[in-house]
């Protein structure tokens, strides 16, 4: 952690508490006592009132409050555009709670940077992903959240039709379409499967139907054997 944000992390602590010791500082930024003390004492000197000293505790001064953070007009914009093109191709889910996390960002904001982000002039028109591709999106989402074995059947792109029992490790977006990085029980292997050419999707019920991380079968372990070198680090979870 930097000093900079470490000093930053001081102050929201201690004004969450009546009485904050440096010990219990220390702790929490996984630093020495001695460092909270040098901390504390650089803080005071430029005018942050701390009241207290080593062995007590300290204590924020009356009255005084930190401005919030706030974005810029260029980052409300930017907000703003994400969630109308991300809506259209998320599943109903999160797209509703998007738009309702955006509107409570909005409504912090001072009323020019607001005006500003609502006049962006960047529009998703509703044309993403059909009702069945987007149910298949959810149930897939929450079944990596929970670690839930998921069994479809599946056309390939020659219209080969199998059935697959996979745990799912990740769901990507590539445009036009979603897929699924998965491994694949009947393969023993990683596979991609496209949510447009599944059907029947459906978390697998029972303790079966659960699983953990195994090694050499985890979403990193798929993004080092399918991404370039050069993006892997950036791809990875």
């Not at 500003?116 to 298949?136: D, F, S, T």
């Amino acid at each position: 952690m930097r000093r900079a944000d470490r000093l930053f992390q001081i102050v929201q602590l201690i004004r969450g508490r009546r009485l904050t010791t440096a010990a219990f500082l220390a702790q929490r930024l996984e630093v020495s006592e001695r460092t909270v003390y040098r901390d504390i004492a650089d803080l005071q000197q430029q005018g942050v009132p701390l009241e207290g000293e080593a062995g007590v505790g300290y204590r924020l001064g009356l009255g005084f409050e930190l401005p919030p953070l706030m974005f810029t007009p260029d980052e409300a914009r930017a907000l703003v555009a994400s969630v109308r093109m991300a809506q259209v191709w998320q599943d109903p889910t999160l797209a509703q709670a998007s738009q309702v996390a955006l509107g409570k960002i909005l409504s912090v904001l001072p009323p020019s940077a607001r005006a500003a982000a609502n006049a962006m002039p960047i529009y998703a028109p509703p044309v993403g992903l059909e009702p069945a591709a987007q149910a298949a999106l959810q149930l897939l989402r929450e079944a990596v959240q929970a670690r839930r074995v998921v069994r479809f059947d599946y056309q390939d792109a020659a219209h080969k039709k199998s059935q697959r029992t996979v745990r799912p490790l990740g769901c990507f977006y590539w445009g036009s379409v979603w897929t699924l990085a998965a491994w694949c029980q009947a393969r023993e292997d990683f596979r991609s499967f496209r949510l447009d050419r599944m059907t029947h999707a459906a978390w697998v019920e029972g303790s079966a139907g659960l699983f953990q991380d195994a090694q050499g079968q985890t979403l990193a372990d798929f993004l080092r054997m399918a991404a370039p070198p050069g993006i892997q680090n950036q791809l990875s979870p």
